[in-house]
């Protein structure tokens, strides 16, 4: 799966069939990624897991057999899901994020999180393309981050939403200038749209419903929101890298890696206010 075909689904595991794979193939025959934290991996892992955290994966491809079958895990699923997008982009072989992730393994019944990977535009064909649903998904994922902001008020947590959604807003202004050299215009190019996607509906990071996201959200712990949180820079971070490669100008080249940078810190802070409330 390529840059160009963004919202391919990932195929995805139940903790049984991963269980029963584990057990008849031999260790070092496939990848185990554990997605986590290091905080989470030390209190408990699958056997013979390797803890490559989703903020590091795209930076971390040429560490893992691209040939090999590899299964992605987090705590309930959602990282994982984000890692294994990341990793079929990367070109690996077969790809499998374990459903319900270390949750479902240990027998407990985990809550889904928000659907992802859905198909609601087609394969994007041009840079002018790829820059518009760029637009498209921080529009979404902006306005994510200033429901949490409100949802989480009062909490340490709001005054990182709050400059998460600053910073979508700066991205967006960052593409809109963008497409605007490149077209003169800056008009988004028309996207097609899956018969399934609503006329005027909203679309996050990694494919998700931005209705879906906040309706799941209600009454959800910080640190739940936090960790679908870090999925959608996980992913932001990941597209912005293989948009920089597939762009040939340099003031292109440039935004994207800023873009990028930015996706990065904010991986970082995400992280450590997870960790923070992962410790308690």
Known sequence: MGVMDYFKPVSTWSAKEVREFIDREKIGDYNLIDVRQPVEYEKGHLPGARLIPVGQLSERTAELDHGKITITYCTAGVR????????????????????????????????????????????????????????????????FYSKMEETLAGRDETALFRELAAAEERHIEMLSALLRDMTGTGAET??????????????????MRLDDALSWSKGKASREILELSISLEASSFDRFLAMRA???????????????????????????????????
């Open 190 to 207: 028309v996207l097609p749209k899956s018969p399934e996607r609503r006329p005027g509906e909203k679309i996050m990071e990694g494919g």
């Open 80 to 143: 994982s899901r984000a890692a294994a997008s990341i990793l079929e982009r990367a070109g690996f072989r077969e790809v499998h994020s374990m459903a319900g992730g270390i949750n479902a393994w240990q027998g407990l019944v985990a809550e889904g999180f928000p659907e992802a990977g859905i198909e609601w535009f087609g394969a994007a064909r041009t840079v002018g393309e790829l820059i518009t649903l760029a637009r498209v998904l921080e529009e979404g994922t902006k306005m």
């Open 246 to 280: 597939r762009v040939t100008g340099e003031n292109s080249m440039k935004v994207f890696s800023t873009l990028a940078d930015e996706e990065k810190r904010h991986l970082g802070k995400l992280t450590v206010m997870f960790e923070k409330l992962f410790a308690f």
